[in-house]
């Protein structure tokens, strides 16, 4: 499994419960207000709006707040921001690929900052197209095991819906499809009877760098770092951590 994942669903766990709270909140609402922006306030015909919203609301975000970031979104209600989405590519310790999506109002700004998380974290910016080649779009959606679900039952719910793989990462699965069958896949699960935990529109990487402990440590303290960027809303890495240095770290 790839131990990006794992961290991945570790951290969101943590943002949830300790103090980087409220900055968790604001990324799930910049995204609500950017999908109402662009596919409108109909959660019926967008089914990315659908998504942000389920995912702020299982983060525990107050449903008026929710409310008020899709009027701001459609224009309806005074506030809206018109949000930009970046990609910057660079490399991290041990040599990991990664990518940062930002969605902003200024661009200056969040060159500024990811640039600063990065040299200070053992890492350096990369020109574009240097890492991006390295990962794939994907859809995932990440289905928690205590709905029930086994991995066999997931694998035959989702194929003739163009899933791809089911991955065990411990806790949960991962489903992983094209990112144009990310609806279909999630809504299959639905239809299943399982609840899942998110669905989203992701990088996945082609290849991975193995990591140790020390490294291991290294790349997190970076990724932290980069995500406590305001503008910053997902970091992709390239890196693979096993079983045992995951425990060791944990």
């Not at 040299?119 to 959606?141: C, E, I, Q, W």
Request: proline letters at 2%; charged letters at 25%.
């Amino acid at each position: 499994m790839s131990g990006h994942s794992k961290w991945a669903t570790t951290k969101h766990k943590k943002a949830v419960i300790d103090g980087r709270r409220a900055k968790l909140f604001a990324r799930l609402i910049k995204n609500v207000e950017v999908a109402s922006r662009q596919g409108g306030p109909e959660v019926e015909g967008n089914p990315t709006l659908y998504d942000a919203i389920q995912k702020a609301r299982k983060s525990s975000v107050p449903i008026d707040n929710i409310e008020r970031a899709v009027k701001r979104g459609a224009g309806t209600e005074a506030g809206g921001v018109d949000y930009q989405t970046i990609m910057y590519e660079g490399y991290g310790p041990s040599g990991v690929a990664v990518l940062i999506e930002c969605l902003t109002d200024n661009r200056n700004r969040s060159a500024s900052e990811v640039r600063v998380a990065m040299t200070r974290n053992g890492g350096s910016m990369a020109d574009p197209g240097s890492v991006s080649y390295l990962f794939h779009r994907k859809g995932v959606v990440i289905v928690s095991k205590a709905t029930g679900a086994t991995e066999d039952d997931l694998l035959m719910t989702v194929l003739d819906f163009g899933a791809e793989d089911v991955n065990d990462l411990g806790e949960a699965f991962e489903v992983v499809s094209e990112a144009t069958d990310l609806v279909a896949v999630r809504t299959a699960i639905q239809g299943a009877g399982w609840d899942y935990d998110s669905a989203d529109a992701t990088f996945l990487p082609s290849m991975h760098v193995d990591l140790d402990e020390e490294g291991a440590k290294k790349v997190f303290k970076l990724m932290e770092a980069l995500e406590e960027c305001d503008d910053v809303q997902n970091v992709f890495a390239n890196f693979d951590v096993s079983d045992e240095v995951m425990s060791a770290l944990d």
